[in-house]
């Protein structure tokens, strides 16, 4: 019989690292939540993949495959209408042209982080459960990937079922009704559009195939969405140091 508590990685290991130059401490509180140290941005970000591989590594694998239309190979037969859909999108290629395009920092950084991940994979004691109950295996992290799932994870999703909805309501009432229900743009707001652009209709034409594969856009269990920001003065901080972060708007989702 599986235990699944005992598939949770090992978080009490020192590791030495010959590509490091300078030491990295990960020290979790009482809530889970990884704290990392270090003097160095390189070895910051190595750590960064690190933890963020311990604590979601299926969930960045399966975000992937998403991406890439390959989720049926985890999902079986309710993935394939999703992976018709992204396999349209093109994401891989979106995303190699923006890794393509990101300054020498964020490249560096990426890199780092891509480093972490794989070298956590590479120091597997226990493959995750859910590997083990699919009989996979997970493979190497690239750098254009976590741009990949951050697609997938933000950009793709959004408001994506919602603005499906509207285009629906609007061929059923008509254009002029749905305007007066739909919040939209201002007057005089700026629309951008690729210079030469029709409408053609395949847009509107779309919209049913699209529903049917938006079924299986949201991860397993996604419900509602919400978001956040704070900001926490130095006085209350250990460090001295003020506080601020935020997130996307996200949804509560299996696997989170």
């Not at 990949?148 to 933000?154: D, G, H, P, T, W």
């Not at 053609?200 to 991860?219: P, R």
């Not at 003020?242 to 509560?252: E, F, I, K």
């Amino acid at each position: 019989m599986l235990k699944p508590d005992s598939f949770l990685p090992n978080l009490d290991t020192n590791y030495v690292i010959k590509e490091l130059s300078a030491d990295v401490t990960i020290f979790r509180d009482k809530w889970g939540i990884p704290h990392i140290k270090s003097k160095e941005s390189e070895e910051l970000f190595f750590a960064q993949g690190f933890v963020t591989a311990q604590d979601r590594l299926f969930q960045m694998d399966l975000d992937r495959l998403r991406c890439l239309g390959k989720s049926s190979e985890y999902l079986g037969k309710k993935g394939i209408s999703n992976d018709k859909l992204n396999l349209k999108r093109n994401f891989e290629s979106v995303a190699k042209a923006d890794l393509a395009k990101a300054s020498i920092e964020a490249k560096q950084m990426i890199k780092n982080f891509t480093k972490g991940v794989n070298f956590y994979i590479s120091h597997l004691e226990k493959l995750p459960l859910e590997y083990q109950l699919l009989n996979k295996e997970p493979e190497n992290w690239e750098d254009w990937h976590s741009i990949l799932v951050y697609k997938i994870r933000n950009a793709a999703e959004g408001s994506f079922g919602g603005k499906l909805f509207y285009s629906q309501l609007a061929s059923v009432i008509g254009a002029e009704k749905a305007a007066k229900l739909i919040p939209g743009y201002f007057p005089g707001a700026l629309l951008t559009l690729p210079p030469g652009s029709k409408f053609t209709g395949e847009i509107e034409n779309a919209v049913k195939e699209l529903t049917e594969a938006a079924e299986n856009f949201q991860s397993i269990g996604a419900i509602d969405g919400e978001s956040n920001g704070w900001a926490i003065s130095g006085e209350r901080t250990y460090s001295g140091i003020p506080l601020v972060g935020g997130d996307s708007h996200r949804q509560l989702d299996t696997p989170n």
